[in-house]
């Protein structure tokens, strides 16, 4: 999902979105403490779609397997030069296809 902001609205649209793709049953998703994330909206939207949030402690990114993805997307994206919004997000896109959208990540080390 793409959107212009990044805020506790943004992060809602984000859920819904999710749920959809992820469809029936109990959800439980890793956030971070980013201020979009801890907004009681975004806590209120999470329940009633049936997303059981699970917050990581403050300032504790190595214990977020997401970082392992974005490290690889900020190397694909290293020392290349985008003259729009529309071209990053081709790029964006084409690093996800390139690992049909799945990126494979050892939780061990963030969860021993």
Do not use: C, T
Request: no cysteine.
């Amino acid at each position: 999902m793409f959107s212009d902001r990044v805020d506790s609205w943004a992060f809602r649209r984000l859920l819904y979105g999710f749920k959809r793709h992820v469809g029936r049953g109990r959800i439980y998703l890793v956030w971070d403490n980013a201020g979009g994330h801890v907004a009681s909206s975004v806590r209120r939207a999470a329940y009633r779609r049936g997303i059981h949030l699970v917050r990581q402690p403050p300032w504790s990114p190595h214990l977020n397997p997401v970082e392992e993805i974005w490290r690889e997307l900020k190397i694909s994206l290293a020392n290349r030069l985008f003259f729009s919004i529309d071209e990053l997000r081709d790029a964006i896109m084409d690093f996800f296809r390139s690992k049909n959208f799945r990126v494979n990540i050892n939780i061990d080390k963030y969860y021993p």
